[in-house]
């Protein structure tokens, strides 16, 4: 029997209907949510992002505001619009859109950010509090795997995990949100030697490569009956697609996420409730 669907779009529906909620509860104490994003450069999928992530901020409520730098901002430009954006007291959260053109860094760029306005969970303070389990800003598209964890009540404790990412946005902030739940955390990359065998061995696997011509994920890989949670988007072949095939996937798996309509979602869902959290955050500072 095939598995069950984790469905990003019904699941991210829940955490906006909840966000929807708290964004009215802040307004009604004079606290008008406002989300900045800057975007640097002509890079096309970023700009879609950017726009998505505009849209679903109107759906729930919070005002966004929208910094498009040319191609050839210089690091001290975009430098200094974080500064300004810091001591905005009408903004809440900071979203860099990543990546960046290259001469830029993103490291210099994303230490900038005012850890209470991080809601991206990129900041050294924000990720380092995150490996000490207490950071109220994590990464959204971890955060969204949780809830899709959470969601379908499935049990992490004492499961061997395999992450195949290692990245800060993606594979180090799960690394702790699933040691935090007790689970048994293995990280595999571009260098590890022998994938499949981790494959085989684990319970669950969260995947985030997206490059079909580097690594696919396929059915003969994982455990009968594991999870399967693939991050990853690229287009392939003229499709949108992820590490592995749903269709394939969801008849060994007990559980799958699709590609679209799985974990980007939830990104975009996770991302409206870092910038509620922040928000409060200001006005247990005194900042309005
Ligand atoms: N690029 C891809 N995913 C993300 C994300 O979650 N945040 C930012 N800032 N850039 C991204």
């Not at 300004?84 to 990546?99: C, F, K, R, S």
């Not at 290692?166 to 007790?182: A, M, T």
């Amino acid at each position: 029997m095939a598995g069950t669907k984790i469905d990003g779009k019904i699941i991210a529906q829940t955490v906006k209907d909840r966000v929807k909620k708290s964004t009215s509860e802040l307004k009604k104490e004079g606290i008008n949510p406002c989300l900045a994003t800057v975007l640097v450069g002509n890079n096309a999928a970023s700009a879609t992002y950017v726009r998505n992530k505009h849209k679903a901020c109107e759906e729930v409520g919070i005002i966004t505001k929208d910094h498009k730098l040319d191609e050839n901002t210089t690091q001290q430009q975009l430098s200094s619009i974080i500064d300004e954006l810091n001591t905005d007291a009408t903004v809440h959260g900071i979203l860099v859109q990543l990546p960046l053109p290259k001469h830029l860094s993103e490291f210099a760029t994303t230490s900038r950010i005012s850890p209470l306005k991080d809601v991206d969970g990129l900041t050294p303070h924000n990720a380092g509090l995150l490996g000490m389990g207490k950071a109220a800003l994590v990464a959204c598209t971890p955060s969204g795997v949780m809830e899709m964890f959470d969601y379908h009540n499935i049990e992490l404790e004492g499961k061997n995990i395999v992450l195949i990412n290692r990245s800060n946005l993606v594979g180090k902030p799960l690394y702790h949100l699933l040691l935090e739940k007790n689970a048994t955390v293995i990280t595999c990359h571009s260098r590890t030697k022998d994938i499949e065998k981790f494959c085989q061995a684990a319970d669950i696997i969260i995947t985030a490569v997206g490059d079909r011509t580097k690594f696919i994920l396929t059915p003969e890989m994982i455990k009968e009956k594991s999870i399967v949670i693939d991050v990853a988007i690229s287009r392939f072949q003229d499709k949108l697609v992820g590490d592995c095939d749903y269709e394939k996937i969801i008849e060994k798996a007990s559980f799958a996420t699709p590609v679209p309509g799985g974990v980007g979602p939830m990104t975009v869902a996770m991302l409206l409730k870092n910038t509620i959290t922040a928000a409060s955050l200001g006005t247990q500072i005194g900042r309005q």
